[in-house]
Antibody
Framework: QVQLVESGGGVVQPGRSLRLSCAASGFTFSIYAMHWVRQAPGKGLEWVALISYDGTNKFYADSVRGRFTISRDNFKNTLYLQMSSLRVEDTAVYYC?????????????WGQGTLVTVSS | DIQMTQSPSTLSASVGDRVTITCRASQSISSWLAWYQQRPGKAPKLLIYKASSLESGVPSRFSGSGSGTEFTLTISSLQSDDFATYYCQQYNSYYWTFGQGTKVEIK
């Protein structure tokens, strides 16, 4: 069965960096585009970034562009989000999510999320 | 960026009620719209894609309609499992955006 397991969250001071990982299993990771989506405590969903199946195309929300970098390792079946210059407003649960871009369905599988807290 | 606006923000309803949630896009997104359900502490779940296509395994009481800039999600007869928050999301461009959410509460 499809599984997406995020890790790497925690408490970090403003201005510091953190790297999130998402281990994928149960499907052919290398043929799917992947997203990061976040949700601040008590707030709605915010799309963060998208990476194409082969890693050649990357897209970012305005709120994170220039600070966050999405990447993937198709040999390790792992998605990453490198976050730098973190701000208090980046505090959120971060979900990795799979997009079947061939069927253009929207996000059909989500991880359980990992909490990032940015606080001094 | 394309802005998505949902209404209402909160909806109070009873089991058996027909419920409609509206989502408006700031520019035309054709039919590139999805609806998700999120229960507290859980990841979202895909309900509807391409504005009106029902995701496999989703009960038929859920339906979606619309195109261009106006879309609706309808629950024909609300069940206890359906009390949750619902989000629309556009994927007309590679810069995806979500609506702010509609919380469906027990009346």
């Amino acid at each position: 069965q499809v599984q997406l397991v995020e890790s790497g969250g925690g408490v970090v001071q403003p201005g510091r960096s953190l790297r999130l990982s998402c281990a994928a299993s149960g499907f052919t990771f290398s043929i799917y585009a992947m997203h990061w989506v976040r949700q601040a405590p008590g707030k709605g969903l915010e799309w963060v970034a998208l990476i194409s199946y082969d890693g050649t195309n990357k897209f970012y929300a305005d709120s994170v562009r220039g600070r966050f970098t999405i990447s993937r390792d198709n040999f390790k079946n792992t998605l990453y989000l490198q976050m730098s210059s973190l701000r208090v407003e980046d505090t959120a649960v971060y979900y990795c999510a799979r997009w079947d871009s061939s069927s253009l369905k929207g996000i059909d599988y989500w991880g359980q999320g990992t909490l990032v807290t940015v606080s001094s | 960026d394309i802005q998505m606006t949902q209404s209402p923000s909160t909806l109070s309803a009873s089991v058996g009620d027909r419920v409609t949630i509206t989502c408006r896009a700031s520019q035309s997104i054709s039919s590139w719209l999805a609806w998700y359900q999120q229960r507290p502490g859980k990841a979202p779940k895909l309900l509807i894609y391409k504005a009106s296509s029902l995701e496999s395994g989703v009960p038929s009481r859920f339906s979606g309609s619309g195109s261009g800039t106006e879309f609706t999600l309808t629950i024909s007869s609300l069940q206890s499992d359906d009390f949750a928050t619902y989000y629309c999301q556009q994927y007309n461009s590679y810069y995806w955006t979500f609506g702010q959410g509609t919380k469906v509460e027990i009346k």
